[in-house]
């Protein structure tokens, strides 16, 4: 099979339009999980999440820490309760909205927006991950699922802008 049948028009790689729904999809309700876990135990302390399943693997402990909003950094500059100190699954939800936003246009532009948005949440994937292992010491199943579709959402992204800048070099030479 050549080349040519992987990639569509715009050089951008046939799969990649299915596989960032289903990842953003898997983001989003993930998010929407974490979400409604953090706003559960918040109502109720006693509230248990299916994603508890035992003392050092408990995801509500992590999203109600001080890290599972505003990735504990916010309110160093604002108070714990301010508006800009948002839960980290909403922030999941408007990334998780705007990678599938701006996946259905093509342009050169979207593609650097996506792959530097991208570049920002494996950061903070990074970050969260060594939080969770060298300071809660937790194993959040709901977190580390978040990190793998934040990892495979980059490779998504770099390679259609790889398969879109292919394609605008050939159009220019053409």
Known sequence: MSSSHS???TGIPKW?????????????VLSVYALHVELSRENDPEYRAMCDLGHSVSC???????WGRG????????????????????????FYTLQLGL????????????????????????YLAAILAFVLG?????????????????????KRRTGLEGHLKRGKRE
């Open 60 to 66: 509500s402990k992590v999203f109600t820490s001080r």
């Open 71 to 94: 990735f504990g950094l916010v309110q160093i500059f604002t108070s714990k309760d301010s508006v800009l100190n948002q839960p980290n699954s909403v922030l999941g939800i408007i």
């Open 103 to 126: 996946g259905q246009l093509v342009s050169g532009r979207s593609a650097f927006f996506l792959v530097m948005f991208s570049w920002v949440s494996v950061a903070g994937s990074l």
């Open 7 to 9: 990639v569509n028009v």
């Open 138 to 158: 937790d194993f959040c199943v709901v977190c580390v699922s978040t990190y793998i579709v934040n990892f495979a959402l980059l490779y998504t992204n770099l």
């Open 16 to 28: 990649e339009h299915r596989v960032r729904f289903i990842l953003c999809f898997l983001g989003l």
